[in-house]
T-cell receptor, first 111, second 113 residues
């Protein structure tokens, strides 16, 4: 399975943007990039996914590098509720049901 | 809409006892997943069902673990006999189809003494 690398932790101030990087240098052409987050004492929650083009939804934006070897999850205005562990996951077509969670990035939001 | 419902939320039992965890997926979802989360190993996929049929159980740790899905609205994960190393948070998730975003329940925190 192609691997992802994320920083262990990041801090942000409330109402400021948060940019969460993810490196996936061994990504294959058919791997989708998925982001999930896990709030304290809850199950993971889907955030966003993409293949090649940048994607936006009500929760976040996903910026994908042109060579697809890295991507960035953008939370436009962090709130205290955005404090969570954020997981960047590659999902390939051969096992398209599989989510392989790494350690993720723990995001702390300061009031 | 109701999300994925898991019960119990917490379970504390002594080693050697049988433990049964329950999951009700979102109505209309045809894929169901069981995961386990520990500090040491993170989140691991245990088993995946499609249309009530187990497709991938390669993550099930050993024969003490078994999972069933008798119908589209109910699944169980059973541990018999339980051991202290089985202590973890167990999550159930469902999705409309196998490659679509997964919706997770709030988990069952299991402690084996």
């Amino acid at each position: 399975d192609a691997k992802t690398t994320q920083p262990n932790s990041m801090e942000s101030n409330e109402e400021e943007p948060v940019h969460l990087p993810c490196n996936h240098s061994t990504i294959s052409g058919t791997d989708y990039i998925h982001w999930y987050r896990q709030l304290p004492s809850q199950g993971p929650e889907y955030v966003i996914h993409g293949l090649t083009s940048n994607v936006n939804n009500r929760m976040a934006s996903l910026a994908i590098a042109e060579d697809r070897k890295s991507s960035t999850l953008i939370l436009h205005r962090a709130t205290l509720r955005d404090a969570a562990v954020y997981y960047c996951i590659l999902r390939d077509l051969s096992n398209d049901y599989k989510l392989s969670f790494g350690a993720g990035t723990t995001v702390t939001v300061r009031a | 809409d109701a999300g994925v419902i898991q019960s119990p939320r917490h379970e504390v039992t002594e080693m050697g006892q049988e433990v049964t965890l329950r999951c009700k997926p979102i109505s209309g979802h045809n894929s169901l997943f069981w995961y386990r989360q520990t500090m040491m190993r993170g989140l691991e996929l245990l088993i995946y069902f499609n249309n009530n049929v187990p497709i991938d159980d390669s993550g099930m740790p050993e024969d003490r673990f078994s999972a069933k899905m008798p119908n589209a609205s109910f699944s169980t994960l059973k541990i018999q006999p339980s051991e202290p190393r089985d202590s973890a948070v167990y999550f159930c998730a469902s999705s409309p189809f196998r490659n679509q975003p997964q919706h997770f329940g709030d988990g069952t925190r299991l402690s084996i003494l």
